[in-house]
C-alpha cells in the first residue's frame, strides 16, 4: 500500500512538472535578429558610435526584454522596452563611447523570454587616435 501511494505521488509531482515546463516552453519568443555581429570600422577617438541591432518576433508569443548589460562601462545599451508581439519588430541599441585608442571587441548580453534566456549581440572596430590632421 505504501508503494502504490508513493508511487501515486511521485507521478503527480513528474507530471506537474512536465506540465510546467511545456507551458514556460511555449512562453518564449524568437528574436530573428538582422545582424548580431556588427563592425564598426575605423572611428575617431572622443566621437561616440551608436548600432542598433533589430530584430523580428517569429514566435508565437510576445518577446519581453528585461535588461541588456554591457560588457564594459564604456557602452550604453537600450532597447525596446515594450512587449514585442509575434510578426514585432524590436531593437536593441549600442552606444560605444570611443574614449581610448585601439581595437576593441565588446558585446551586449540580453535578457529575455526566449530559449535559452539570453541573446549575445556582438560589435567591435577600432579607435583611431585624433590627430593634428584629422
Known sequence: MKNLMFLAVFALIVGTSYGQATAQKAETGVASFDNMNFDFGKIKQGVPVTHEFKFTNTGKAPIVITNAQPSCGCTIPDWSKDPIPPGGKGYVKATYNAAAPGAFDKSITVMA????????????????ANTPNN
Not at 113 to 128: A, K, P, Q, S, T
Open 113 to 128: 523570454n526566449v530559449e535559452n534566456g539570453v541573446v549575445m549581440l556582438r560589435f567591435h572596430g577600432e579607435v583611431v
